[in-house]
């Protein structure tokens, strides 16, 4: 799978900002405090970090598969119509 120019600056956005929360993690003196649904809880930096990862990744996969998706779709589009004048 060969990643456009748009998709190398898309992940690396998502990266640096998970790199930003891992580094949040290990900034913090021991467990980290988070608010889930109104209480407080105390998360590990393990868990801290690994919620973070599947956060980002229940979020923003299907964003870059949906707009993936439109992007290929138009492409393919211009290669069918390039086809069609070529062969007549």
């Known amino acids: 799978m060969k990643f456009k120019t748009w998709e190398k600056v898309y992940w ?18 021991g467990v980290i405090l988070v ?3 109104g ?3 105390l998360f590990s930096k393990g868990a ?4 973070s990862l599947l956060g980002y ?5 299907p964003i870059w ?8 779709r138009g492409d393919k589009r ?6 069609w004048v070529r062969k007549n």
């Open 35 to 37: 608010n889930v649904g």
């Open 57 to 61: 990744l229940i979020i923003f996969t």
């Open 48 to 51: 801290f970090i690994g919620y």
């Open 78 to 83: 211009e290669r069918e119509s390039g086809e």
């Open 12 to 29: 690396g956005i998502i990266s640096g900002l998970f790199l930003l929360s891992v580094v949040f993690a290990f900034m913090q003196k």
């Open 65 to 72: 598969g949906i707009v993936r998706w439109i992007v290929n």
């Open 39 to 41: 209480e407080q809880k």
